[in-house]
């Protein structure tokens, strides 16, 4: 069975600070890779995937993410976080055709000024 | 409407009821997903319908947990004679396929149960 890991419970930064979220997943074959993301009190969104290529993607609000496949790692990360990054994000991982995705537990992310 | 909608946003209810939670994915998404997000877990895959085919109910805790499925659209998570660990919000997602990758989500409903 798929699992997904995550090793920060709670982030907390300054604004303009790097951003690493680590997320590691337990899969032999082959992955898709997601990372979605929770603002307070908004729903679940999705921030950026990964299915094949250039193992480096971006997604919006200037996150962007690396599969490592030795590793079996998705990190996430942002040169510079702001304020409105504080949010709680969610590694996923589902493998490819019919089968739903595993989560995380989440990472929360407190930016402060 | 544009996006997943759900209902009730908030319940409560005494342990021993039944509770019946609604999800309205978004139109023309054949694929739609129940989890469940208790305090400080993630996201706990319940159960996925497919377009017409059966759905996949290994993510069911127990035989207290139901859900339906009208064709495309409304989906309908029952949970009987409730306990105090089944206090979680429940996450309703839709998308256009399964294994797309993209679920789009709804606010999800918070039960408590009492």
């Known amino acids: 069975a798929q699992s997904v890991s995550q090793h920060n419970h709670h982030v907390i930064l300054s604004e303009a600070a790097s951003l690493e979220l680590g997320c590691n997943y337990s899969?032999?074959?082959?992955?898709?890779l997601f990372w979605y993301v929770q603002y307070p009190g908004q729903h679940l969104q999705l921030l950026l995937k990964y299915f094949s290529g250039d193992p480096l993607v971006k997604g919006i609000k200037g996150f962007e993410a690396e599969f490592i496949k030795s590793k079996f790692s998705f990190n996430l990360r942002k040169p510079s976080v702001q304020w409105s990054d504080t949010a709680e994000y969610f590694c996923a991982v589902n493998a490819p055709g019919n089968t739903p995705l595993v989560f995380g537990k989440g990472t929360r992310l407190s930016v402060i000024a | 409407g544009a996006g997943v909608s759900q209902s009730p946003s908030n319940k409560v209810t005494e342990k021993g009821k039944d509770v019946e939670l609604r999800c309205d994915p978004i139109?023309?998404?054949?694929?739609l997903y129940w989890y469940r997000q208790r305090l400080g877990q993630g996201l706990e895959f319940l159960i996925y319908f497919q377009g017409n085919s059966a759905p996949d109910k290994s993510g069911l805790p127990s035989d207290r947990f139901s859900a339906e499925r009208t064709g495309e659209s409304v989906s309908t998570l029952t949970i009987q004679r409730t306990q105090q660990e089944d206090s979680a919000v429940y996450l309703c997602?839709?998308?256009?396929?399964?294994?797309?990758?993209?679920?789009?989500f709804g606010e999800g409903s918070r039960l408590t149960v009492l």
């Open positions: 997602a839709s998308s256009l396929g399964l294994g797309t990758g993209e679920l789009f």
């Open positions: 899969y032999g074959g082959t992955v898709n």
């Open positions: 139109s023309g998404h054949t694929a």
